[in-house]
């Protein structure tokens, strides 16, 4: 029982490359966020999505595209890199989005880009 | 705008207690969430408190006065491990969660 698994753990990128950071889960939640994590700064959300075939923005959704073709994976795309987009990028789910529920995280995904 | 404000830096000594501040402007409560996160790693889940008053988890006790906008962690009998960053998260209205840029949390032996 996996969890939350986010590949790659680690990736370098050139300005304006593109990639894609996968989110799999196998906890059968419904909903799935990607937030990114910079220092001095709390977690932003970038795109999130309740259910599969379904993705909404966040807070900072800009130069991001997501895709929930399958309930348990949750694509994060940057179609041209951007040195602001150095970040520590974590997956995360929750069975639905009332109060008491509780987020598992990925183990993040660190990305450079120069 | 929608705010969380808690210390950027704490330490403390091995075996004591230590008590880290939390407090919120949002538009709406659905509940206030701590999660601890050692460097390198990704957040885990703490506590959760949507009534007012303390719940108490082992070591780790958590205070919520929603009047106030205001939250505290305390931990006690603290040890080495618990050095790390301890975030603080409101779900607002729209269930959204708020996130505070987090406490990092410094042990000396």
């Known amino acids: 029982n996996a969890g939350v698994t986010q590949t790659p753990k680690f990736r370098v990128l050139k300005t304006g490359q593109s990639m894609t950071l996968l989110c799999a889960q196998d906890m059968n939640h419904e909903y799935m966020y990607w937030y990114r994590q910079d220092p001095g700064m709390g977690l932003r959300l970038i795109h999130y999505?309740?259910?599969?075939?379904?993705?909404a923005k966040g807070e900072v959704p800009d130069g991001y595209n997501v895709s929930r073709l399958k309930k348990q994976n949750f694509l994060l795309g940057l179609e041209s890199a951007a040195p602001s987009q150095t970040s520590v990028y974590f997956c995360?789910?929750?069975?639905?989005?009332?109060?008491?529920?509780?987020?598992?995280f990925g183990a993040g995904s660190r990305l450079t880009v120069l | 705008g929608q705010n969380i404000d808690q210390p950027t830096e704490m330490t403390a000594t091995e075996g004591a207690i230590v008590q880290i501040n939390c407090t919120y402007q949002?538009?709406?409560?659905?509940?206030l969430f701590w999660y601890q996160q050692h460097a390198g790693e990704a957040p885990t889940f703490l506590s959760y408190n949507v009534l007012d008053g303390l719940e108490e988890k082992g070591r780790f006790s958590s205070f919520l006065s929603r009047s106030k906008g205001y939250s505290y962690l305390l931990l006690k009998e603290l040890q080495m491990k618990d050095s790390a960053s301890y975030l603080c998260?409101?779900?607002?209205?729209?269930?959204?969660?708020?996130w505070g840029a987090g406490t990092k949390l410094i042990i000396k032996p």
């Open positions: 949002t538009s709406g409560f659905n509940g």
């Open positions: 999505s309740v259910g599969e075939g379904t993705t």
């Open positions: 995360a789910t929750t069975p639905k989005a009332s109060g008491a529920n509780v987020l598992t």
């Open positions: 998260a409101v779900m607002d209205s729209n269930y959204q969660l708020i």
